[in-house]
């Protein structure tokens, strides 16, 4: 069971990968996690990475690709992975398709959780953060029981500067020109499922293990 998961920034898709890996015991990938733990423990792939990084540069996509392919051979992966932010390109996607095609492999399922902007934008301008321990609250969904203070700590919550309304427009704009794109790649190849991130929770994840287990 080998999934990609697709969406905009805010509309779930961290939170249902998290789900999955729970319900299906198979890991949630990030290129950052995977950048981290190469760069730590100096392999090859990680030092060239870090080249990049260190002279502020973006890391090419070939080498992103060959690090993510190399960490999907490790044992936790032989029955299945979630990959989280990863491709965010066409040329990424085009790189991974080849890459794992090589071992007569491919991806089983491109997850989109479909969400509109302004129902983004709202769900994540709701968003507070408390300022002392981290604790995030919803002033929908997470209500904390006094407006503006954190239930475990008693401190401040506050609005995180990536939550401000105008940030994640440009976020979102961002996602529609680079990222939006893979929804028509994976499209063509037959394996994208669109799951409605409106409906909740709890019944989007229902909907998606309807799809992994069909």
Do not use: W
């Not at 979630?82 to 095609?101: S, V, W, Y």
């Not at 953060?129 to 604790?135: D, E, H, N």
């Not at 969904?141 to 503006?148: A, D, L, R, V």
């Amino acid at each position: 069971m080998k999934i990609i998961m697709l969406g905009a920034p805010g509309a779930g898709k961290g939170t249902h990968a998290k789900k999955i890996t729970e319900k299906f015991g198979i890991p949630a990938i990030s290129t950052g996690d995977i950048f981290r733990e190469n760069i730590k423990n100096g392999t090859e792939l990680g030092k060239k990475a870090k080249e990049y990084m260190d002279a502020g540069n973006l890391v090419p996509d070939e080498l992103v690709c060959d690090l993510v392919v190399d960490r999907l051979k490790q044992d936790d992966c032989k029955n299945g992975y979630i990959l989280d932010g990863f491709p965010r390109t066409i040329p990424q996607a085009e790189a991974l398709t080849a890459a794992l095609a090589k071992d007569d492999d491919a991806i089983d399922y491109a997850l989109e959780i479909f969400l509109e902007d302004q129902a983004i934008i709202d769900r994540m301008s709701g968003r507070r953060v408390c300022k002392s321990c981290g604790a995030t609250y919803h002033v929908v969904n997470i209500p904390p029981k006094t407006e503006g203070v954190c239930d475990e700590c008693d401190g401040e919550l506050i609005v995180r500067d990536d939550d401000a309304p105008e940030t994640v427009k440009k976020r979102l704009d961002v996602y529609h020109e680079q990222t939006a794109p893979l929804i028509d790649y994976y499209k063509k190849q037959g394996i994208l499922k669109v799951i409605d991130g409106s409906k909740g929770l709890d019944t989007c994840f229902e909907e998606i293990c309807g799809i992994l287990e069909g």
